[in-house]
C-alpha cells in the first residue's frame, strides 16, 4: 500500500467511526431508558452513565475529524470500546432484551469478537498506531525504524576535520 492509498483508508475509517460513534452517541440519549438493561449491577449511577457515554461518544466522533483534537478523540474511542464491554458480556450472557436487536448468538458472537477491532480502528485511524501498514507511516514495506547513525564530535578551531581524532 502506497502512503497515499494509507492515508486516504485512515481518512475513510475516521469519517465512517465518526458517523457510527455520532450515531450511536445519539441514540444513548434518546433510548436511555432502553439501555438500562445492559448495564452490570455494579455501575454507579447506570442512567448517568449511559448519558455521559453517549455524550463523549459524539464529543469522539467530532473530535476524529478535527486534526488538533484527533489522537486525543482516537485514544478516547479506544478506550470506550474497552470500558463497554462488560455491558456488552452482560447483553449476551444474561440474554438481555433489547428491542431491534436479537438475543442470538449469531449477534453476540460476532459483537464480542470485534470489540478489538473497534479498539484498533479509533486507534488506526487517529493516527496512534500504524499497524499493519508499518512502522514508517504510509508504507505497507517499510523498514521498521532505526535509530539515527551516531554523528562525530565538532571540530574544536584550528583542527583539521578529516584529521584522524586520537587519544591521549
Same mark, same amino acid.
Given at each position: 500500500?502506497?502512503?497515499?492509498?494509507?492515508?486516504?483508508?485512515?481518512?475513510?475509517?475516521?469519517?465512517?467511526?465518526? @458517523?457510527?460513534?455520532?450515531?450511536?452517541?445519539?441514540?444513548?440519549?434518546?433510548?436511555?431508558?432502553?439501555?438500562?438493561?445492559?448495564?452490570?449491577?455494579?455501575?454507579?449511577?447506570?442512567?448517568?452513565?449511559?448519558?455521559?457515554?453517549?455524550?463523549?461518544?459524539?464529543?469522539?466522533?467530532?473530535?476524529?475529524?478535527?486534526?488538533?483534537?484527533?489522537? @486525543?478523540?482516537?485514544?478516547?474511542?479506544?478506550?470506550?470500546?474497552?470500558?463497554?464491554?462488560?455491558?456488552?458480556?452482560?447483553?449476551?450472557?444474561?440474554?438481555?432484551?433489547?428491542?431491534?436487536?436479537?438475543?442470538?448468538?449469531?449477534?453476540?458472537?460476532?459483537?464480542?469478537?470485534?470489540?478489538?477491532?473497534?479498539?484498533?480502528?479509533?486507534?488506526?485511524?487517529?493516527?496512534?498506531?500504524?499497524?499493519?501498514?508499518?512502522?514508517?507511516?504510509?508504507?505497507?514495506?517499510?523498514?521498521?525504524?532505526?535509530?539515527?547513525?551516531?554523528?562525530?564530535?565538532?571540530?574544536?578551531?584550528?583542527?583539521?576535520?578529516?584529521?584522524?581524532?586520537?587519544?591521549?
Amino acid at each position: 500500500m502506497t502512503g497515499q492509498a494509507v492515508e486516504t483508508g485512515r481518512r475513510r475509517l475516521r469519517y465512517g467511526l465518526a @458517523a457510527l460513534y455520532a450515531f450511536i452517541g445519539v441514540v444513548h440519549l434518546v433510548a436511555t431508558d432502553a439501555m438500562l438493561p445492559l448495564m452490570p449491577d455494579w455501575v454507579p449511577q447506570p442512567r448517568l452513565v449511559i448519558l455521559a457515554t453517549g455524550l463523549c461518544e459524539i464529543a469522539g466522533a467530532v473530535g476524529l475529524l478535527t486534526g488538533r483534537f484527533r489522537r @486525543a478523540a482516537a485514544l478516547g474511542l479506544a478506550l470506550y470500546a474497552v470500558c463497554v464491554y462488560p455491558a456488552n458480556l452482560k447483553h449476551a450472557f444474561d440474554h438481555v432484551a433489547i428491542a431491534g436487536i436479537p438475543d442470538s448468538w449469531w449477534y453476540h458472537g460476532p459483537r464480542l469478537a470485534f470489540q478489538p477491532v473497534f479498539v484498533w480502528a479509533a486507534l488506526w485511524a487517529g493516527g496512534l498506531i500504524d499497524w499493519p501498514f508499518g512502522g514508517d507511516r504510509g508504507s505497507a514495506g517499510a523498514a521498521p525504524r532505526t535509530a539515527r547513525a551516531p554523528q562525530r564530535p565538532p571540530t574544536p578551531p584550528g583542527r583539521d576535520a578529516q584529521a584522524p581524532i586520537r587519544d591521549p
